[in-house]
Nanobody, 123 residues
Framework: QVQLVESGGGLVQAGGSLRLSCAAS????????MGWFRQAPGKEREFVAT????????YYADSVKGRFTISRDNAKNTVYLQMNSLKPEDTALYYC????????????????WGQGTQVTVSS
């Protein structure tokens, strides 16, 4: 079992930055690929970014490429999402997820999910 707790969300003006954190319980954190997803009101949950268990491989949605950076610290059981140049369309509830299959953009391949942290970007 892996429990995930997100933090770092908040209200920020367009063009600003936030760093989300996701703390994981359990000693097997380093064996999981990690992903960030987001869900805006009235929309489906969508992929944002993913990172391999080693941290070597990353992949981003086109909508955030060049603005967001995913990273992880296996010694701290934590994955991060640095978000720069935020836009109002980035407003959503952000979730982190852990997957034993490997890095993926598909929600169904993630085994564990956090409760989410709200990010609101004002124009």
């Amino acid at each position: 079992q892996v429990q995930l707790v997100e933090s770092g969300g908040g209200l920020v003006q367009a063009g600003g930055s936030l760093r989300l954190s996701c703390a994981a319980s359990g000693r097997t954190f380093s064996s999981y690929a990690m992903g960030w997803f987001r869900q805006a009101p009235g929309k489906e949950r969508e992929f944002v970014a993913t990172i391999s268990w080693s941290g070597i491989s990353t992949y981003y949605a086109d909508s955030v490429k060049g603005r967001f950076t995913i990273s992880r610290d296996n010694a701290k059981n934590t994955v991060y999402l640095q978000m720069n140049s935020l836009k109002p369309e980035d407003t959503a509830l952000y979730y982190c997820a852990a997957g034993s299959y490997g890095s993926s953009t598909a929600r169904r391949l993630y085994d564990y999910w956090g409760q989410g942290t709200q990010v609101t970007v004002s124009s």
